[in-house]
């Protein structure tokens, strides 16, 4: 079993960045590929970005592409969101989450194919 802790979510203005963590308890966490999903006040849970088990594939949402990456420590059993140039569409609650048997060719966006969900950490962007 997996659990996640995230962190480093707070309030920034438009244009500022926020690294958030995501801290992993557990021998097998580099086994798992590992995402983050955002959520909005009354708006489903959206795909953010996503990185394989090795770092070595990454998959990003078009709205955050260019401006968010995704990386991962798994000596330390981390996962890093590195925002840049944050806009108010981007205030919501971030979780991250473990994915232990990757499926299909779009395994990253569907959020019913993670095994374990963080609590979340709130962002929020003020214009």
């Known amino acids: 079993q997996v659990q996640l802790v995230e962190s480093g979510g707070g309030v920034v203005q438009a244009g500022g960045s926020l690294r958030l963590s995501c801290a992993a308890s557990?021998?097998?966490?580099?086994?798992?590929?590992m995402g983050w999903f955002r959520q909005a006040p009354g708006k489903e849970r959206d795909f953010v970005a996503a990185?394989?088990?090795?770092?070595?594939?990454?998959y990003y949402a078009d709205s955050v592409k260019g401006r968010f990456t995704i990386s991962r420590d798994n000596a330390k059993n981390l996962v890093y969101l590195q925002m840049n140039s944050l806009k108010p569409e981007d205030t919501a609650v971030y979780y991250c989450?473990?994915?232990?048997?990757?499926?299909?060719?779009?395994?990253?966006?569907?959020?019913?194919?993670?095994?374990?969900w963080g609590q979340g950490t709130q962002v929020t962007v003020s214009s």
């Open positions: 989450a473990a994915d232990r048997f990757p499926q299909g060719s779009n395994w990253y966006r569907a959020f019913s194919g993670y095994d374990y």
């Open positions: 990185i394989t088990w090795n770092g070595g594939g990454t």
């Open positions: 557990g021998r097998t966490f580099s086994s798992y590929a």
